[in-house]
């Protein structure tokens, strides 16, 4: 009995002895594993991060580097993102958008530069559309148009949660004067005149996928079902230009993209090393003057940089707005009506003795509106006769106000004059005109 007890008192320690040996191996095996994956984790780190990072403290700069999943792709498919080829002379060929741009020009000249401006968060709400990835097609001029496109209807509608959502793929495979996922030289111009002309078609009628299909692969009824933009142009290559432009809407614009950029993941960028790899469309959306630099949307998919969206100096090497290849802003106005035509519309006589003695006139119009909701200003037109097929307009600028001096004009005849009026929207839209009168003394 005393022997089977120490026979199991001996077993009961072997295996405790055992157990023991084969955890302190079990946690030498997990130690060594952490310790292995920690090296190789160490090891698979792409250097060019902290040389990069090193390059951005010698340089003061503000942005950090990180590897990103364009990063970790080889060289020559990172370049296969940069579709916008660069052009000397872009096609540059104006659009039949004159009483728009009219607006426009006089707005460019009047408008004020605030410090800030974010469509992404203006107003309390964001304006564009969900970030897109273009994913290894050079594809990035047709999401650079589109994103403006989509941005753009959603401002001019007043409706920031509206979905809207084009098809890139469509442009990508119909565009006949580019070349696809190998990208396009001016290609934003481009595909902002072929969105004027044909109209792009909603996502669902041709899926992105990220090669070269063909045209024919569009839904059957894509040409009922396309919109199109009401006018296109180029935006001065001007900082001040582009900033007031802004807060009309998104600019689509080119940048050039140098090897440092890839690992771009927050701050403001600024270019610190690296070779130049090519041309690049993105989107403007906003400015920071505190931080002099603008707000960018990118095309490479929300998980790359801060959102999806970068910074970047307004100085820097990348020429963000001030490329080759331009800035390109399109209007959309849609079923939006235009305002209504003025009323009460009156044209008095009013004398007074010129410097020469002589018995001279002025008219002063006036009527009942003045600029708000969707009335931006009013053009005045004139004409000898009562004849409004022979109305030409009188000023270059609109009339911010509800009234208006006709002067110079001569005193000693009865000079007869028919006036008349139209309301103007901020897309550029004319009203009918008002009631044509004609120039009386007072009563």
């Known amino acids: 009995m005393k022997n089977s007890q120490k026979s199991s008192l001996k077993n009961r320690r072997k295996i405790v002895l055992n157990n023991a040996v084969f955890l302190c191996g079990a946690l030498l095996a ?12 160490k090891s698979n780190v792409d250097p060019q991060v902290a040389i990069i990072n090193q390059a951005i403290a010698e340089a003061g700069a503000q942005w950090t580097a990180a590897e990103t999943w364009v990063s970790k792709l080889p060289l020559e498919q990172r370049m296969d993102l940069l579709g ?29 530069l605030p410090p800030y401006f974010d469509w992404t968060n203006h107003k309390g709400h964001n304006w564009m559309t969900q970030v897109r990835n273009q994913r290894q ?5 047709t999401f650079a148009a589109v994103g403006a496109m989509e941005a753009t209807i959603r401002i001019s509608n007043q409706t920031p949660n509206t979905g809207v959502d084009f098809s890139e793929q469509h442009l990508v495979s119909c ?13 934003v111009n481009k595909s902002f005149k072929y969105i004027y002309n044909y109209g792009v078609p909603p996502e669902d009628c041709f899926s992105y996928q990220a090669r070269d299909l063909a045209c024919s692969q569009s839904c059957s009824n894509w040409q009922d079902i396309a919109v199109k933009i009401d006018y296109y142009y180029s935006v001065d290559r001007d900082l001040d230009t582009i900033k007031k432009d802004i807060q009309l809407h998104p600019i689509a614009t080119s940048m050039y993209v140098y090897e440092d950029f890839y690992y771009y993941e927050s701050g ?9 790899d090519g041309g690049h469309a993105v989107v403007i959306v906003g400015y920071d003057d505190a931080n002099q630099c603008f707000i ?28 080759t290849n331009g800035n390109w802003a399109c209007l959309y106005y849609g079923d939006l009506e235009p305002p209504p035509a003025p009323t009460g519309v009156k044209a008095v006589n009013q004398y007074s003795q010129g410097v020469s003695g002589a018995k001279m006139r002025q008219i002063n119009i006036s009527w009942n509106e003045t600029p708000s909701g969707n009335t931006y200003g009013f053009y005045l037109y004139a004409s000898e006769n009562n004849n ?15 009234t208006y001096i006709y002067d110079n004009v001569p005193g000693d005849t009865d000079f007869v004059m028919h006036f008349a009026l139209t309301a103007v929207a901020p897309s550029g839209k004319e009203s009918e005109f008002s009631e044509v009168v004609q120039n009386q003394d007072p009563l």
Request: with cysteine; net charge negative; glycine share 10%.
């Open 175 to 187: 565009l006949d004067d580019c070349n696809g996922c190998n990208g396009c030289v001016a290609g």
């Open 30 to 41: 997990f130690s060594i594993a952490i310790v292995f994956s920690a090296c190789q984790d």
């Open 137 to 141: 097609c050079g594809s990035c001029y």
């Open 84 to 112: 916008d080829v660069l052009a000397e002379h872009p096609d540059m060929e104006p659009t039949a958008a004159t009483p728009p741009l009219a607006v426009l020009e006089q707005y460019l000249r009047t408008a004020e």
């Open 388 to 402: 409004a097929a022979d109305m030409t307009k009188v000023q270059r600028d609109m009339i911010k106000t509800n």
């Open 268 to 276: 403001v960028y600024e270019h610190v090393t690296g070779d130049f």
């Open 296 to 323: 960018v949307r990118n095309s490479w998919g929300a998980n790359w940089g801060e959102g999806g969206y970068f910074r970047i100096k307004y100085d820097d090497d990348s020429a963000v707005g001030f490329s």
